[in-house]
Structure formats: C-alpha cells, structure tokens
C-alpha cells in the first residue's frame, strides 16, 4: 500500500490531446510538481509513453502509476478523473528489472541501452538475417535463418514476444523469453525459456551481406556485428496497478482472451 494523501504527485503525459486534457484536470485538481520532487508519478497515455516515463525517471526512484490516454495500456490503469488520492493510496506496487543490450557494429563501434520489454533484431535488408545464439557463452544454436529474434523480460512478454508467438512469462518467473521471428531454418524452432542470470550473445553471420540492426525499446542500433543481452539487475522500475489489476492478472488473464 502507498499513503499518497498529502503527497507531491507529478503528472506527466503524452502529446496526445487526451492525455494532455487529462493533465490538465489532475494538474487544477491536484497542484503538480517536478518528478525530481514527487513522492509518486502519475504517467498519462499509452504504453509506449509509459515506457519512455520509466526510462527517464529510472534514477529517481519513484513509482510510476499509468492511466491509460492510449491504446492498449497493458502497463496502464483504467482511467478515471475520480478517486485519485484513494486509487494511489491502495495501489500494489511490481517491481521490474530491465535488459542491457550492448551492441557491436560493423565498424567496430558500441553502444548500449535498456530494454523494459525486449531487445529485438530484425533483417535490415531484403534477406534473411542468419544468426548464432549463444548463451552463457556456449553455442547454442549454429545457425538461425530468419527475419529476428528478441530477448523479452516478462513485463515484456505479452508486447512483440507474444505477437511472434513467444510464451507469455509471469510476472514474478525468474526467466526471459527467447524467441525467433519467421524463422526459416531450423523451421519449427520456437525459441527458449532461459534464467533470468543467462546472457544472452547474437553473433551476426555474413552482416554485410545480410545487414541486421538491433532494437532496446526506443533505441535502435543498425549494421550490427554482435549483440549481447542481459537482466540489469542494478536497475529497478517501481509501477503501481489498481488492486487486483496488476501486471500478474493481466499476464493471466491475457492468455485466457
């Protein structure tokens, strides 16, 4: 439980006009303040803009509660301009650890990033991309022809994971999903369930020929060599879900739709 009466709440929110509308209702009901102040935030549209909430505020410590502006808003809550102080104060908090993506380019070049829901490559050119998988740094796979692969935490599982048919992971599994996309060789290979501790190492076959990038939520990194994929356990994003409504529901009741 939070007690948020009393409490600085800041409200951020997408560019949309309704969650900006939305901004505006909290913002002259409830005053607002810098997230560097907050007690607790208040993220305002989809999930994508939740996503990039969480990255921007990871080194503030506080807990994000979502009310759905967007789309689908699996990371949301149902909004309601009533009952804030009272649904805040009875929220259940999740705690999530993001992926660390470092990525080897042709030239040589790296760059890191963090991934809440999955680090992803996908073909770049019009052919197939071919990949080694390594994990814990033992060939596992010689050789995957296919148009990507994705490493999903299991926040993430139920987003591009489960579009390419991966498994759906709950909230609480010490694991990540590996999972191929249109995979053509070997054909039936559906991908892993690894431990959460494994890392994860796509070394790129023939990249210039068949050029691969690589994707960690909003970044994205083109002509890479080699990518490696691992659970930043030093880094932990504090959600809030109305009761009963939390991210282990809904992964449940997700695959009963």
């Known amino acids: 439980m939070h007690k948020t009466e ?4 800041a409200f951020l929110a997408s560019t949309a006009d ?3 509308s939305a901004r505006n209702t909290f913002v002259h009901s409830f005053g607002d303040c810098d997230p560097s102040a907050a007690e607790v935030i208040v993220a305002l549209g989809g999930d994508g803009f939740m996503l990039q909430t969480l990255h921007a505020t990871q080194h503030l410590n506080v807990p994000v509660y979502g009310m759905n502006r967007g789309t689908v808003g699996f990371l949301m809550n149902e909004f309601s301009t009533e009952g804030l102080i009272a649904r805040l104060a009875a929220a259940e908090e999740a705690v999530i650890n993001p992926l660390r993506m470092r990525a080897t380019c042709v030239d040589g070049q ?5 991934a809440i829901n999955e680090v992803s ?3 770049q050119g019009p052919q197939a991309a071919k990949l080694q998988i390594f994990v ?3 060939l596992r796979l010689s050789e ?3 148009d990507g692969a994705l490493v999903a935490t299991p926040a993430g599982s139920t987003a591009y994971n489960y579009s390419a048919h991966g498994p759906i992971l709950p909230i609480g599994s010490e694991v990540l999903a590996l999972t191929a996309m249109a995979a053509f060789r ?3 290979w559906r991908g892993a369930v690894l431990p959460k501790a494994a890392k994860v190492r796509f070394e790129v076959i023939e990249p210039v020929k068949r050029p691969v990038m690589a994707d960690a939520d909003n970044c994205s990194v083109k002509n890479v060599m080699s990518v490696e994929i691992e659970s930043a356990g030093d880094v932990a994003h504090r959600l809030l879900f109305d009761p009963d409504h939390g991210l282990e529901e809904r992964l449940i009741r997700e695959q009963f739709a």
């Not at 009393?6 to 709440?9: L, P, T």
């Not at 790296?110 to 963090?114: D, E, M, R, S, Y």
Request: net charge positive; hydrophobic share 40%.
């Open 144 to 146: 995957l022809a296919c």
């Open 18 to 20: 309704l969650a900006q």
């Open 121 to 123: 490559l996908l073909r």
């Open 6 to 9: 009393n409490k600085r709440i």
């Open 136 to 138: 814990d740094d033992r």
């Open 110 to 114: 790296t760059q890191t990033a963090l």
């Open 186 to 188: 070997p054909r039936r």
